[in-house]
């Protein structure tokens, strides 16, 4: 069974807006961080941004002030919102979410961001 579903990737313009969601299982309890990775083709996956419970938030130098990430706690879901895109930023992006002390850790199928020139 599904317990991490991502939505909102895509195709944009240079220089557009996408907004990624991603929102776990209610059966993934006591979540603590959650946050964003992503992979280009032939390249390590790096973190884009994290999120903690009280939604302090840390960014990559390469998004900070042109990406926001935002949490629902109630709903258990992540958001990535990502302006002023360019075409470095075209990667497969993953959710991620942890749960207390560390205990679990789970991950999004991926969604492809393609920034087009």
């Known amino acids: 069974q599904v317990q991490l579903v991502e939505s909102g990737g895509g195709l944009v313009h240079l220089g557009g807006s996408l907004r990624l969601s991603c929102a776990a299982s209610?059966?993934?309890?006591?979540?603590?961080?959650m946050g964003w990775y992503r992979q280009a083709p032939g390249k390590q996956r790096e973190l884009v941004a994290t999120?903690?419970?009280?939604?302090?938030?840390t960014y990559a130098d390469s998004v900070k002030g042109r990406f926001t990430i935002s949490r629902d706690n109630a709903k258990n879901t992540v958001y990535l919102q990502m302006n002023s895109l360019k075409s470095e930023d075209t990667a497969v992006y993953y959710c991620?979410?942890?749960?207390?002390?560390?205990?679990?850790?789970?991950w999004g199928q991926g969604t492809q961001v393609t920034v087009s020139s």
């Open positions: 991620n979410v942890r749960t207390v002390w560390g205990r679990r850790e789970y």
């Open positions: 209610a059966s993934i309890f006591s979540i603590d961080g």
């Open positions: 999120i903690t419970s009280g939604g302090s938030a």
